[in-house]
């Protein structure tokens, strides 16, 4: 039997136990989470708009910083990580980073000389972080980052955040000690400056290659929210868990109001 046979005759075995439940015809029982919960098909639901439809689009967040800026520091700790914790695994998001923020280049022989706004162990960190990024999978590469950019000097802690995720710190030193970590910082430059509108601040950040004020009110407030709520398909549950953690708030905040 296939996947595609075996799934309509879940939803026919569910839909026998579920009926007293759920006064809804079949075709209406995905057509909302909230609907599919009450007449307990939502995983199936989940991966019927899999097979019936194309994937929706991940929602891309795109972060311009530089390694020892300290709002930038705070986004990531606070927002970007336990973001990428609750939904990272869900599908639903995509992360760039992009060290290089406030800083400056300068073309000398056949590389590059940095300027960072604060100063040359910045750029030491940019360097360090961007070869992370350019020789490691982004599920290895975010939690050595997240660990680096916890710390108070992100180029001197990245030999042990390296080791902790298991990896061998070496070639991540090789590439920042070298011409390779020097043409790469200077792709992130290029990234950097292509910007539309232009930076002006760090941390600067794009919400599906767009961004506004507001998309940086809301990304700094409640990233995850942000990400649930731009995200077209069908919710994870981390999304569900997300709005139910809501919802309790607002009703008890409003009971002590």
């Not at 090789?174 to 200077?186: D, F, K, R, T």
Request: aromatic fraction near 10%.
């Amino acid at each position: 039997m296939s996947k595609f046979a075996t799934l309509l005759a879940a939803f026919f075995l569910i839909g026998v136990i579920s009926a007293k439940s759920c006064n809804l015809p079949p075709s209406e029982w995905c057509s909302t989470t909230e609907i599919s919960v009450a007449c307990q098909v939502e995983k199936q639901c989940r991966l019927w708009s899999g097979m019936g439809s194309k994937a929706t689009a991940p929602v891309n967040i795109a972060l311009y910083y530089e390694s020892l800026c300290p709002g930038c520091k705070e986004f990531i700790t606070t927002q970007l990580q336990p973001t990428w914790m609750k939904l990272g695994d869900s599908g639903i998001l995509n992360v760039t980073l992009v060290p290089y923020g406030n800083a400056h280049e300068q073309q000398e022989g056949t590389g590059w000389i940095f300027e960072c706004q604060h100063g040359e162990w910045e750029c030491a960190g940019n360097i360090m972080e961007t070869c992370i990024l350019s020789l490691f999978k982004f599920k290895t590469a975010a939690p050595i980052i997240f660990c680096m950019e916890a710390a108070v000097d992100p180029y001197r802690t990245a030999y042990q955040c390296l080791q902790q995720q298991g990896v061998d710190p070496k070639p991540a030193l090789q590439c920042a000690n070298s011409s390779m970590g020097n043409a790469l910082e200077h792709k992130m430059a290029l990234l950097t400056e292509s910007l539309n509108p232009p930076h002006q601040y760090t941390p600067w950040i794009t919400l599906n290659g767009m961004h506004t004020e507001a998309i940086q009110q809301k990304a700094t407030t409640d990233l995850a929210k942000l990400v649930c709520d731009t995200f077209t398909g069908q919710k994870p549950d981390a999304c569900s868990d997300l709005y139910n953690m809501e919802r309790c708030y607002r009703n008890s905040k409003s009971t002590f109001t």
